[in-house]
């Protein structure tokens, strides 16, 4: 069974840095993409970044672009996103999600973990 | 960016068919045959309905159907049910190597 549990999630000041993972595992996680799609209370869905398998190729929504980094350790089938300079406007649940096809740069997010909280406030 | 143009709110009732509408550019889903579709109940994760503008995953039903025209991209529910009362969203894939997603629909069965 495909499972992905985030964690890191919490309440930091503006300014501040935060690390989340998400723990991935009933499938072969160095040959998947991987995706944080972020989610402000009441409001929709933003892409955030996403990695290719190898971790070789990376992208960065225009938001986000300068402050957050994602990285994965295929060793240990974790995916991270690196926070710093946080604003309130980042407070948010944020999902990870897995690439739909295997080895490919680019591919639909077809299984989410339960999102983590992260809040920005003084 | 600006977002991807999705109506608010869409209604039907039970056995009607409704249709949401995603609106972009040609430098997002006029140029990219990745366009998904992600529905969404309250407090839970976004699910895959659609990818790349017309395919159905394994498991999702075949009154779900998408298709594409010029610059605007669109999701089809038939025989619409109460159990498809949730959230919609489009997501493109741009000319910049991004994702981007639009505003989301919150679609209401009468």
């Known amino acids: 069974e495909v499972q992905m549990l985030e964690s890191g999630g919490g309440l930091v000041p503006p300014g501040g840095s935060l690390r989340l993972s998400c723990a991935a595992s009933?499938?072969?996680?160095?040959?998947?993409?991987m995706t944080w799609v972020r989610q402000a209370p009441g409001k929709g869905l933003e892409w955030v970044s996403s990695i290719s398998y190898t971790g070789d190729y990376i992208a960065y929504g225009d938001s986000v672009r300068g402050r957050f980094t994602i990285s994965r350790d295929n060793s240990k089938s974790t995916l991270y996103l690196q926070m710093s300079s946080l604003r309130p406007e980042d407070t948010a649940v944020y999902y990870c999600?897995?690439?739909?096809?295997?080895?490919?740069?680019?591919?639909?997010?077809?299984?989410w973990g339960q999102g983590t909280p992260v809040t920005v406030s003084s | 960016q600006s977002a991807l143009t999705q109506p608010a709110s869409v209604s039907g009732s039970p056995g009607q068919s409704i249709t949401i509408s995603c609106t972009g550019t040609r430098s997002d889903v006029g140029y990219s045959q990745s366009v998904y579709w992600y529905q969404q109940f309250p407090g839970k994760a976004p699910k895959l309905i659609i990818h790349?503008?017309?395919d159905r995953p394994s498991g999702i039903s075949d009154r779900f159907s998408g298709s594409k025209s010029g610059n605007t991209a669109s999701l089809t529910i038939s025989g619409l049910q109460a159990e498809d009362e949730a959230d919609y969203y489009c997501?493109?894939?741009?000319?910049?190597?991004?994702?981007?997603f639009g505003g989301g629909t919150k679609l209401t069965v009468l």
């Open positions: 999600a897995k690439g739909r096809d295997s080895r490919a740069i680019r591919s639909a997010w077809d299984y």
């Open positions: 009933g499938f072969t996680f160095d040959t998947y993409s």
């Open positions: 997501v493109s894939y741009t000319v910049s190597n991004t994702m981007l």
């Open positions: 790349d503008v017309t």
